[in-house]
């Protein structure tokens, strides 16, 4: 797979757990990289592996990893912590002190629940999103199994309302205020509300976010020929072009030197509308950039 202009700008891998996802996206990102695209490596899957893979120590930060590729495994926990700072600011600056303790309490749930992590990635994912291109041609994504997947790229738009309802009930707050200093006569210059220039860039950013999954991204799914793999990814191709995602090539990986040719041949058919690419299973582990490069054809 070389960097052509055509080539989305974002790929996803995505698939049943253990199909190879990660070792697939690791590949992908190599011969992106060996074709000259700058390429980020990312992984939404809180139990990150792409270092395995790569054999090699990833952090939060990107860190370069051969001539042209970038890889990170975003710290979830972390981005958790902003987030939970980020709102409490926000309370802080809007909602009357006496309530505080309890909103920090609340808080301190949220962040402790399973949905706020995957929110914080997906809020990591939107911003390298937002550096391709610019500091990087290409973003290659490896992906939690396949309904986290689902989820991740549903949230922008699931977030918009949420963010947008914010917005208006903060106007509507600015809006009695300004009525209330006219009333009294304060007839100060009217600034403009911090909070609410937050909350209207967070939704024009999620707006963006969700325009461009659907515009410059394609998912690739990964299946090995098992029955029960098979199903579940035609699933996941049922739905994700039902909710407008782009899918590409899928990729048939593991196929053993004596394949069950019926579940083969039956996906080859299910997915001759967005090409398959066929891996074999390989004897060795495939992990180093060298065996990845020689997976191929991903
Ligand atoms: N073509 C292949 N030949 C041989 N082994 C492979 C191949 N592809 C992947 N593997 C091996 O299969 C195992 C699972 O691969 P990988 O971790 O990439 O899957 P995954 O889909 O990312 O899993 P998870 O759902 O846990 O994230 C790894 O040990 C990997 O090295
Ligand atoms: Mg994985």
């Known amino acids: 797979m070389s960097a052509r202009s055509d080539d989305p700008a974002i790929t996803f891998f995505g698939g049943k757990g253990g199909v190879g996802k990660t070792t697939v996206a690791a ?22 592996s792409l270092g395995d893979a790569l054999e090699t120590r990833l952090g939060d930060r990107p860190r370069r990893v051969a001539d042209c590729l970038w890889a990170a495994e975003p710290d979830a926990d ?22 505080m303790p309890a909103v920090r309490r609340h808080l301190e749930h949220a962040a402790a629940s399973p949905g706020m992590a995957e929110s914080a990635l997906a809020d990591l994912l939107i911003g390298a999103m937002e550096q391709v291109p610019g500091e990087w041609d290409r973003l290659v994504v490896d992906s939690a199994p396949t309904g986290h997947l689902l989820r991740m790229l549903a949230l922008p738009e699931l977030l918009t309302p949420w963010v947008r309802g914010l917005a208006r009930q903060r106007e509507q707050a600015v809006d009695a205020d300004r009525f209330a200093s006219d009333i009294v006569g304060a007839g100060r210059e009217q600034a403009e509300d911090p909070l609410l220039e937050r909350l209207h860039a ?43 995602f782009r899918l590409g090539p899928v990729i048939i990986n593991q196929i053993p030197e004596h394949p069950d040719e019926e579940i083969l041949g039956a996906a080859r058919r299910r997915f001759a509308a967005c090409g398959a690419v066929e891996i074999p299973l390989a004897d060795k582990e495939p992990t180093g950039a060298a065996r990845l490069r020689a997976l191929d054809r991903a």
């Open 27 to 48: 590949a992908a990102a190599l011969r992106l990289a060996d074709s000259g695209a700058r390429t980020l490596l990312i992984s939404t899957d809180p139990a990150h």
């Open 202 to 244: 967070r939704r024009r950013r999620l707006e963006r976010a969700a325009a461009r999954l659907r515009g410059d991204a394609c998912v690739r799914l990964v299946l090995i020929p098992r029955r029960m793999v098979l199903a579940e990814t035609e699933r996941a191709a049922d739905q994700l072009a039902e909710a407008g």
């Open 78 to 99: 972390a981005a958790v912590r902003r987030r939970v700072e980020e709102v409490t600011d926000d309370a802080y600056a809007a909602l009357p002190r006496d309530i």
